[in-house]
C-alpha cells in the first residue's frame, strides 16, 4: 500500500495548485484519503478527506470555499485543488489513506510529501 504526492510549488497569494496523491497497493474505494500540511515549527494537521465508498468530503475550516478535494477511480488518484491560496496555507502537503472515513484514525500509509509555498 503506497500513495505520492504531485503537484505543490511556489504560488503568489490568491493563485491556485492542484495537488494529486496517486494510490498504489490498494483503490481510492478501498480507503478514505486525506490531505494534511505541516508548516515549520508546528504541528501536522488535516486540510481534507474523501471516502469515495462512503460519499464523504470534508474540510477543515480555513480552507472551506477554497479547497475542493476529488477523486478518479479510473486513475487511481485523489487531486486536492487548491484556489485563493494564502500565505498560511504554506508548508509540506502529505496525502495519507485511512480506515475511518473521516481520516480520524491513525493513516495506514503516508506519502513523502509536497512543498506548497504561497508568497505575499
Known amino acids: 500500500v503506497q500513495v505520492a504526492e504531485l503537484g505543490g510549488g511556489l504560488v503568489q497569494a490568491g493563485g491556485s495548485l492542484r495537488l494529486s496523491c496517486a494510490a498504489s497497493?490498494?483503490?481510492?474505494?478501498?480507503?478514505?484519503v486525506g490531505w494534511f500540511r505541516q508548516a515549520p515549527g508546528r504541528a501536522r494537521e488535516g486540510v481534507s478527506c474523501i471516502s469515495e465508498k462512503d460519499g464523504f468530503t470534508g474540510y477543515t475550516d480555513s480552507v472551506k470555499g477554497r479547497f475542493t478535494i476529488s477523486a478518479s477511480n479510473a486513475l487511481n488518484t485523489v487531486y486536492l485543488q487548491m484556489d485563493s491560496l494564502k500565505p498560511e496555507d504554506s508548508g509540506i502537503y502529505y496525502c495519507g489513506a485511512f480506515d475511518l472515513k473521516d481520516c480520524s484514525n491513525v493513516a495506514k500509509v503516508w506519502g513523502q510529501g509536497t512543498q506548497v509555498t504561497v508568497s505575499s
Open positions: 497497493g490498494f483503490t481510492v474505494n478501498d480507503y478514505a
